[in-house]
């Protein structure tokens, strides 16, 4: 099949800068996409903060069941949080919750209708993150789901809550979508407006090469004619301008000389040599430039490789981060479900991580995370995967486990930790774990193993730490 040299051009041109732009735009969308909801989170996360401070927790200490609407505390705090929720239109329900053990109650809720949540209801399977809404800050990595909808929430412990008090604030998830529209419509406007721009670049530049072309392929039909008068005329600035004035000292040669014959052919023959010299020199650039495009994309796919693998690590650790390991126990869930082989889960903290950070700064922190990261990589099998589950939490998949073998693997972790001091700075540190373990059981979610690891690191947390708890 015969394509012209103005379309060979044209879509090579067109291919490779749509996917430098493509390229580009991806990146920048993506960053985009991060970046507001992280803004979300941080929004979420300082409103219910600063909510939390105007809310005094001992005087909701009354308020126990639906029979307590009536009090005075009741109702000022109601007020004050629908006032609150009135003044951010962003805002779809601001609660407070108490936690009596491993019960999560409703104590107030701004919704003003039928569903409207009243003292004393259970909040059932409350998410990790609204359970550590009761000591820190803290918002949804994702939308969540509730009998009430689907939200992107933030949390704050209450003023003199003692850890049993929050603050929430739902913002809806279309209120999210919303926004997320906007990027994407954003970005479906910047791609369409690249393609056009490479379009018209690509049909500028083929047509600016193949124009003298057409010029030369007419000039050269009318010397075959017989016409010798008349000039190429090609101001291009580079080679293809050389050779038209080249071509047009050639044919008024031709013409000065047609009745010396051998003459003119002899000079024809020179001019056709330095024809064959300049379209060579122009093939080798264009192979210097094919080659130079084609180590470009092989750059740019093993860059795209590295942001795929750094996508799936934590960058200080070294570890899978969260989202990697929940993909990979969403894959063993259905093995398991198949094969009915066991996998168990260990879920670690360290002990006191925040008083490290305090006394010799987030360095001496970031030393800590990497040493016992390290510890943790030597003391496990091949097959088994490490985390960081999020801040100073690391979370150990160990699979064709059974709880009793998690529960060794995790003492033996447990005590090298205890008995290796860091160094850090001409001092050494000495650190400890705590650690939940749970195991997978025949119908049970990979969202409810990992609360049960997450119970159980509490319970050693709250029996004296540096210890190994089974759910």
Request: hydrophobic share 45%.
């Amino acid at each position: 099949m015969r394509i012209p040299i103005r379309q060979k051009l044209f879509y090579s041109h067109f291919v490779a800068v749509v996917l430098v732009s493509g390229s580009i735009g991806t990146f920048f969308y993506k960053s985009a996409v991060t970046s507001l909801f992280q803004s979300l989170k941080a929004r979420l996360q300082y409103s219910a903060g600063l909510l939390s401070r105007t809310l005094d927790a001992t005087v909701l200490d009354s308020v126990d069941s639906a029979e307590d609407t009536s009090l005075p505390a009741y109702r000022d705090s109601l007020d004050l949080l629908r006032e609150f929720q009135r003044a951010n239109a962003d805002i779809a329900f601001i609660y407070v919750m108490r936690r009596e053990g491993d019960r999560v109650l409703f104590v107030l809720d701004s919704d003003t209708s039928s569903r409207q949540a009243l003292p004393g209801q259970e909040y059932r399977e409350a998410p990790t993150h609204l359970l550590r809404g009761f000591t820190e800050q803290a918002a949804d990595d994702e939308v969540t789901r509730d009998p009430w909808g689907y939200f992107l929430s933030g949390y704050a412990p209450l003023k003199g809550g003692n850890g049993r008090y929050l603050v929430g604030i739902d913002m809806r998830a279309d209120e999210v979508q919303r926004k997320f529209q906007t990027i994407r419509i954003t970005g479906a406007f910047s791609l369409a407006l690249s393609i056009l721009l490479a379009y018209l670049f690509s049909v500028w530049l083929a047509a600016r090469i193949t124009r003298p072309i057409r010029v030369f392929v007419a000039r050269s039909g009318e010397i075959a004619s017989g016409v010798l008068g008349g000039t190429v005329e090609v101001k291009t600035g580079d080679e293809l301008e050389e050779l038209a004035q080249a071509f047009n000292t050639m044919t008024e040669r031709l013409q000065a000389s047609r009745l010396e014959t051998e003459e003119a052919m002899g000079r024809l023959e020179e001019a056709r040599g330095q024809l064959e010299v300049r379209v060579a020199d122009r093939t080798a650039s264009l192979t210097e430039t094919n080659e130079k495009l084609q180590k470009e994309v092989e750059e740019r796919t093993r860059a795209e490789e590295a942001l795929a693998k750094a996508a799936m690590t934590d960058f200080l650790t070294g570890l899978a981060n969260r989202p990697a390991l929940l993909q990979l126990l969403e894959h063993e869930v259905e093995r398991v479900m198949r094969s009915h082989r066991p996998f168990s889960l260990v879920l670690a903290d360290l002990d006191h991580f925040k008083k490290v950070n305090d006394s010799l700064g987030h360095e001496a922190g970031d030393r800590v995370l990497v040493e016992v990261a390290q510890l943790l990589r030597e003391g496990v099998r091949r097959q088994d995967v490490i985390a960081r589950w999020g801040g100073d939490e690391l979370l150990i998949f160990l699979p064709e486990t059974a709880s009793d073998g998690a529960e060794q693997l995790a003492q033996r972790l447990r005590v090298a930790v205890a008995a290796t001091p860091l160094p850090f700075d001409g001092s050494m540190i000495a650190v400890t774990l705590s650690m939940g373990v749970s195991t997978l059981a025949q119908g049970m979610s990979i969202t409810e193993c990992v609360r049960q690891a997450d119970v159980a690191l509490y319970r050693a947390k709250s029996e004296g730490r540096d210890r190994v708890v089974v759910a």
